[in-house]
């Protein structure tokens, strides 16, 4: 993956922050997500996605359609619990 322009970075962002994502089989490096659904909490300028799995962690995936696809709302609501171990904008434990 060619590291993106600041435009393309921003494009990036736009078109995958917010959004629910699973891994797409085929990337060994990435097994452990499978089955698993995640949060795109925003995209670095290195194009990689920051994704919540509510497991207490963040990890950078690549934002592109041949690593990660997008997981309906309705689908991803039962399989994301925004409120374990996940960054909330308004979190109702602090500290």
């Not at 039962?78 to 904008?89: G, I, L, P, V, Y």
């Amino acid at each position: 993956m060619k590291f993106p322009t600041y435009d393309e970075a921003e494009a990036l962002k736009r078109a995958w922050t917010d959004k629910f994502v699973r891994v797409k089989p085929g990337h060994a490096e990435y097994e452990r997500f499978a089955g698993k659904v995640g949060r795109v909490v925003t995209v670095n300028y290195g194009g990689k996605a920051i994704v919540d799995f509510a497991d207490g962690a963040w990890y950078d995936l690549p934002a592109s359609d041949a690593y990660l696809e997008v997981v309906p709302d309705a689908d991803a609501k039962d399989k994301h619990d925004a409120t374990a171990n996940s960054a909330q904008k308004l979190p109702a434990r602090q500290g």
